[in-house]
């Protein structure tokens, strides 16, 4: 499939962000097989793709959690409060920000805005906005999706 | 597809869209999605259908109103009846007292009137009126109208006279004068040309470009275009973030349809015009907004800007001339080109012409899109706009032009807004983002918020935003630990000035400006901090007491 | 006045030069000393480490001199108050930010940092020093790389793809967290890329990157890369 895609814009090297979404699109995150893989197609060094790939946030390079948690630190989310909701999931979930939990069922990351202040605080469950959060709301988000119904304090 | 067709499409359009009686509009971006705006939606869909009104009564589904608090919102034309909060059986009774009986349900109506009255749509014109995903809608507003005078009836020199007599300056920062940047680009040698359409809005509590690509995307097209034609150039890229899937969506969707009907492509209109679009997305990186960087991004580097010069007008994407444009300054040429220049240099200030739009946000009664003329003043925003500050709770600081930007107290808050005015008192336009800041907020903990977030964004490529916001950083947790000494404001400032001065791109430039802005006007809490170790929003030494 | 050529001032000094060439390279010619340390001849410009910074009479601004073509008429100083305090901050901030301990450095005595600290003046450090560890590679046969006393010039970087022509080396992550990278981030030993050609070792302004068992002064080769780039295009 990469390789397909990789064909479609005809091994291009400045095609390299494109190719770089497209397969953590495949397959959830980038490892060093698949960043090897897309510098022998594109005939690029592979510091170079391996530099791009880690300037950039979007491009995670450790296999994420089956869960995901993101937070919006935006200002708006900021001045709301955002933060309180992040310490209290670190506390609750026993997970550090931008860390994956030992058992591999829960990643928590900070994206720096999604665009919806209005709506602020932001958290995304699972790809599912959150808006106008607390951290009760976030934490019983987060207890449904793991299918826990309490988690053990450590 | 030939000019004459696009006034036949228009009419035809036109006529279909009067032949309602009535128009619901039910907003169904990233605001009020979350909210249920798809179901609403169907639900609208449904009741007309339940109760036969199909003919009389079309449901749309359409951008953002600006009222992104109260989501999912609903607008029924005409009268622009705007209901907020609505809920899938709001729906069904909307439509019975509403479109069947003709009785707007007053309970349920957006209260804050004067959140519209001192606004001034022009690039909104459309957000909230037309279905974002039918090109047809657009087509029927007018749109495409003003690519066509241009084909038809304009030289690119006319085109580029236009825009330089409408005094419209660039929405993304600077300012500069869009019409001279255009004659740059025109005059420099070098083929291919390059338009880049800039969609990178990386900064935190802004949302502006986001709205109007997901609210009316031809518009941004539309201006691409015109400006294609005025500089000669062939090729388009809009850079997005990744973070914005519906408005890559919608972009995504109004490219394919522009294609369809030729007005992006060969022979745009059966003329001589070529010119094609591709979208790039970001990948979580603020600094690729910068006009050098987003260049390395869509070859596909790392985002580190280059040194000006060469400018990218003259060596730009692959080395060849570039007009690297904001998505805002792009929906204002096709208004400009309809209008005329000097209609549009009426409007604002004279030495600032025509709208801005600002995201409004923070501790605000009524957040949301707004857009308002040039030179209207932060109290206007705060006060009549946004409603004033909620619970009553006392105004401390309003933040404009986002991380970047200055943090203005109570006493500049009858400054106009434009660029001059904010750039005096150490604040930036930016993007467009207001927050505001009640008494609750630290204004230390806000400045380290700031500096926080461009250490993390910084590039890493010069010195002074490299290290020198990294130890800014560093001075602002010893404050935060109580280890602060009075000489550190000193140092603060000093780094500010050598970081502002001394960076390679607007970034680092910009970056100090919160640290500078809350030395300058809130000093008293900084003298707090260090001497009492004490903070008086309740913000800071929290965990110090608990631990 | 033919073609291409420019008159300018530099310290008030009268000064000729090319259309195309940079302040920087106009006061070298003309014996005018300014402070770099990312750029070097034969290398691209990089315009990172902020040194060169000028004034130019009649803006605000200050301009980069490895970067800024010279122009007619223009009128540049390369030594104020204000630039000499900049430079001094500079150094403090490069000094601060990895651990330079110049007593325990391969580089000591043959380093452009250390160098110019002197020459400005720097007689301490003003910021809080920070003294997390950084990767030390020894893995490959001969040559070293200590991150811990990398200031990110990315002259080897350079050399490397620019010269040599092998692009081993490139930079990871960004901001404070930019760290030089062989290949996907692997150890030197295993690259089978790298050539073993030296260059990364004879460019580096400060103690990163040098051959094991081998003085200094005699790893370094400062003209290496327009050495080889003139012998090219001849």
Known sequence: MLDKFVMQHGHRKDALLEILHYAQEIYGYLDKDILTHISNSLNLPTSHVYGVATFYNFFKLKKPGSHIVTFCLGTACFVKGVEEIITAVENEFNVKRGETRADGKLSVFITRCIGACA??????VDNVVIGKATPEIVIDKIRSVLGEEKVEAN | MKPIDLVKLAERDLDL??????????????????????????????AIKEYGVEKDCKVARTGCVGTCSVGPAVVVEPGDYLYQSVTPENAREIVKEHIIKGTPIKSMLYRNESFFKKQRRLILRNAGKIDPYNIEDYIAMGGYSALMKCLTSMTPKAVIDEVMASGLRGRGGAGFLTGQKWTF???????????????????????ANRTLAEADPHAIIEGMLIAAYAIGAEKGYIYI?????????????????????????????ETSFNFSIDLRLGAGAFVAGEETAILASIEGQRATPRPRPPYPATSGLWGKPTLIQNVETLANIPIIINNGGAWFAGIGTPKCSGTKCFSLTGKINSPGLIEVPMGTTLREVVYE?????PNNRKFKAVLVGGPSGGCLPEEQIDLPIDYESLTKVGAIMGSGGIVVIDDQSCMVDTAKFFTDFCVDESCGKCVPCRVGLTKIKEIFERIMRGEGRMEDMNLLEELGN?????????????????????????????????????????????????? | MGI???????NEQEVISREGDTILKAAKEHGITIPTLCDLDGL?????????LVEVKGSPKLFPACTTPVSNGMEVITDSERLKKYRKMAIELILSERIHVCSVCVANNNCELQDLANKLGVDHVNFKRDWNTHDLDTTHEFLVIDRNRCILCTRCIRVCDEVEGVHVLDLKNRGKDTEVIIDLDDQWGVSKICTSCRKCAKVCPVGAIYVEGQPISQTRDKKIAEFVLTRRQS
């Open chain 2, 17 to 46: 869209r009067r032949s309602y009686k009535y128009r619901i509009n039910v907003c169904c971006s990233s605001g009020c999605l979350p909210f249920g705006a798809e179901d609403v939606l169907k639900a609208f869909e449904q």
């Open chain 2, 385 to 389: 706009i946004g409603n004033g500050i």
């Open chain 2, 241 to 269: 973030r990744a973070e914005y899937p519906l408005a890559i969506t919608t972009l995504k969707k109004a490219l394919d349809q522009a294609n369809s009907l030729n007005l992006v492509g060969e022979n745009i209109l």
């Open chain 2, 498 to 547: 050598y970081i502002r001065e001394a960076s390679l791109c607007g970034l680092g430039q910009t970056a100090p400006n919160p640290v500078l802005t809350t030395l300058r006007y809130f000093k008293n809490e900084y003298v707090e901090h260090i001497s009492q170790k004490k903070c008086s929003a309740g913000k800071c030494f929290q965990k110090n007491e608990e631990g």
């Open chain 3, 4 to 10: 291409g050529v420019i008159k300018l001032k530099i």
């Open chain 3, 44 to 52: 691209s410009n990089f315009g990172g480490c902020r040194l060169c």
């Open chain 1, 119 to 124: 709506m602020a605080p932001n958290a995304i």
């Open chain 2, 185 to 207: 680009v025109a005059r420099a040698s070098g083929n291919p040309k390059y338009i880049i359409a800039n969609l990178d809005e990386g900064d935190p509590g802004v949302f």
